[in-house]
C-alpha cells in the first residue's frame, strides 16, 4: 500500500511534515521519504530504508536538518521516493500511492515518444512514481499531465506533487485511496490517513472527490480540477488497513469494524454454550471481536498480546516467510485465558492461511480445547487490481483461489468463480470446509459480502468489492 503526507505553512513546515509523515508508518514497510522546499535554498530530499528501524529513528537527523515552508512526506511498501524531477514544468517533487498494471505498454510509450530512459530497481522493475513523472511530462502544463497519467494507468493513482507555487494533491479517478485537508491559522496539510493532522493542531477541511486536483499554498485550498461521479474506494481500508482512529468518507474505521463483528454474531448464531471466550488477532481484529461479543453476549478477553514496544509493523521484511515468522513473534500468550478454553477467533481476513493456521496452532499448543475462526470479510478469491493490499504476486497465493483450482482445474471459468463466491451455494460450502480442514480450525464461517457492506454503511456503489467478487 503505502501512504503520504503533506504541508503547506506560512512558517516552517518541517515538524508537522516528520510527524504527519511518521503517522503513517502502518501503512508501509520498506521505504520512506520526505521533500521540503524553500524559496532560498530550493528543494532538499531524504530517502531511507524502514525495513529495520522506524521512520523517526531513520529520519532524526533529516528532521534537524531540513527547512522549508513547503513539503511533502510518504511511506512506500516498494518504491523509493518522493522523487525530484526536472522538466519543462520546471523542478518539483513527487509522491504516489497505488498500482499499475500496464507499466511495460507505458513504459514502451514514453520512451518511443521522448527519447527518454528509466532506471530499474534492485529488483529489476520500473519505479513507478518516476514512470508518472514521466506520463506527466509529456503534456504542456502539470494539470493536463495528472490528468493524462490518471487517464492512461490501468490500475490507480494518487499523487501529490510539490512545486515553488504550492502541493498539487489529485485523488485517483476512482477515488480508492482517500486524500484529506487539513487547516490551521498558519497552512494546510493533505493527508492519506486524516488522524495524522489532528494532533498537529489542524482540524477538517475537505475531502477530496474522485478524481480531483487542488492545489495547497499556505494560504488557500484551490480546485482545479472538480471531482467525478463516481467512486469505488477499497472497503478493505476499513476492514484492515486503516489505523483504528481514522475514518473515510465519513465512516469511521473503529465504527466500522465494530458494527462488522456484530453483523458476523447475528448471523453466526453462537452463544456462551457454544464457546467460552471471543478474541481479535491483534490489531485490526480486536474492534471486530469487540461487536461479535458484544452483540452475542460471549465475553471478550485478549488470550495473547502483541508485543509491539519494539516492534512496529514496520519493522517487518519484506519476505514473506520472514514476515510470518516475525509476526508470530510477536504473539505473546496468557495461558491463563487459554488453557481449556473454546475460543472464537477473528481476524480481518484470511489471505494466504499461513499466519492464521500457525497462531491456531500456537493457541492449541497454549491449551486451548477449540478454536473457532470468523474472519471480517469474505473469502479472497482475486488479487488486487489498485492497490495491492494482499501482496499477492499471482492469485494461487491466495488459499480461496488455490482450493477452487485445486477443485475445478487451473482454467476456471468466470461462472463457476462466481458461484464459489456466493455463500449460499454448495461449492461455497465446500471450498469454506476445506480450507478449515487444511487450517486446522474447529469450524470457519466467514462475514457475508452483503453484511460487511452493510457494517460499512454507505453506498454500495461507491465501495470496491474486486478481491472477494472480481466486480470492477
Known amino acids: 500500500m503505502g501512504g503520504f503526507f503533506a504541508a503547506a505553512s506560512k512558517n516552517d513546515c518541517v515538524f508537522d511534515l516528520y510527524f504527519g509523515t511518521d503517522y503513517h508508518s502502518h501503512l508501509g514497510t520498506r521505504r520512506a521519504g520526505m521533500a521540503v522546499y524553500d524559496s532560498k535554498d530550493g528543494f532538499n530530499r531524504a530517502i531511507h530504508n524502514i525495513e529495520n528501524s522506524p521512520f523517526r529513528t531513520k529520519f532524526e537527523s533529516d528532521f534537524n536538518e531540513m527547512h522549508g515552508n513547503m513539503g511533502i512526506g510518504c511511506i512506500s511498501d516498494f518504491e523509493p521516493q518522493p522523487l525530484i524531477v526536472r522538466s519543462h514544468h520546471g523542478t518539483y517533487a513527487i509522491t504516489t500511492v497505488g498500482k499499475i498494471n500496464n507499466v511495460k505498454e507505458l513504459s514502451d510509450s514514453v520512451i518511443e515518444k521522448s527519447g527518454t530512459h528509466f532506471l530499474e530497481m534492485s529488483g529489476g522493475s520500473i519505479n513507478a512514481t518516476e514512470l508518472v513523472a514521466a506520463l506527466i511530462n509529456q503534456k504542456d502544463n502539470i494539470i493536463d499531465g495528472i490528468r493524462h497519467a490518471q487517464d492512461t494507468i490501468d490500475g490507480s493513482m494518487t499523487m501529490m506533487l510539490l512545486t515553488p507555487m504550492g502541493v498539487y494533491c489529485a485523488r485517483d479517478k476512482m477515488g480508492r485511496t482517500p486524500l484529506t485537508i487539513g487547516v490551521k491559522d498558519d497552512g494546510f496539510c493533505a493527508s492519506f490517513e486524516k488522524f495524522a493532522y489532528l494532533n498537529l493542531g489542524y482540524r477538517d477541511f475537505k475531502e477530496l472527490g474522485p478524481g480531483e486536483i487542488v492545489i495547497m499554498t499556505p494560504e488557500e485550498v484551490r480546485t482545479l480540477v472538480k471531482p467525478g461521479d463516481k467512486m469505488k474506494i477499497c472497503t478493505f481500508l476499513w476492514v484492515y488497513y486503516g489505523y483504528p482512529s481514522s475514518g473515510y468518507e465519513g465512516v469511521s474505521v473503529e465504527e466500522m469494524r465494530y458494527n462488522c463483528g456484530s453483523y458476523l454474531a447475528k448471523r453466526d448464531g453462537m452463544t456462551k454454550a457454544d464457546v467460552d471466550i471471543v478474541a481479535g488477532v491483534p490489531d485490526s481484529g480486536t474492534a471486530h471481536a469487540v461487536g461479535y461479543a458484544n452483540e452475542s453476549g460471549i465475553p471478550f478477553s485478549r488470550p495473547f498480546i502483541k508485543y509491539t514496544p519494539t516492534w512496529p509493523r514496520s519493522f517487518m521484511p519484506t519476505i514473506q516467510s520472514r514476515r510470518d ?148
Not at 479472497?380 to 485445486?406: D, Q
Open 325 to 472: 515468522m516475525i509476526a508470530r513473534m510477536k504473539l505473546i500468550p496468557v495461558h491463563e485465558l487459554i488453557d481449556g478454553n473454546r475460543l472464537l477467533l477473528i481476524d480481518d481476513s484470511i489471505v494466504r492461511g499461513t499466519q492464521l493456521r500457525e497462531t491456531t496452532q500456537f493457541l492449541y499448543n497454549s491449551g486451548a480445547k477449540e478454536v473457532h475462526v470468523r474472519p471480517a470479510c469474505p473469502p479472497i478469491m482475486y488479487s488486487c487490481k489498485y492497490l495491492n493490499f494482499s501482496r499477492s504476486t499471482s492469485e494461487l497465493e491466495l488459499i480461496a483461489r488455490r482450493v477452487v483450482n485445486k477443485e475445478e482445474g487451473q482454467e476456471v471459468e468466470r461462472a463457476v468463480l462466481d458461484d464459489y463466491t456466493n455463500p449460499d451455494s454448495d461449492r461455497y460450502k465446500k471450498m469454506t470446509e476445506e480450507i478449515r480442514r487444511q487450517l486446522g480450525f474447529t469450524s470457519l464461517a466467514y462475514n457475508r459480502l452483503d453484511d460487511m457492506l452493510e457494517a460499512c454503511g454507505i453506498d454500495k456503489d461507491k465501495l470496491c468489492t474486486y478481491c472477494w467478487d472480481g466486480r470492477e
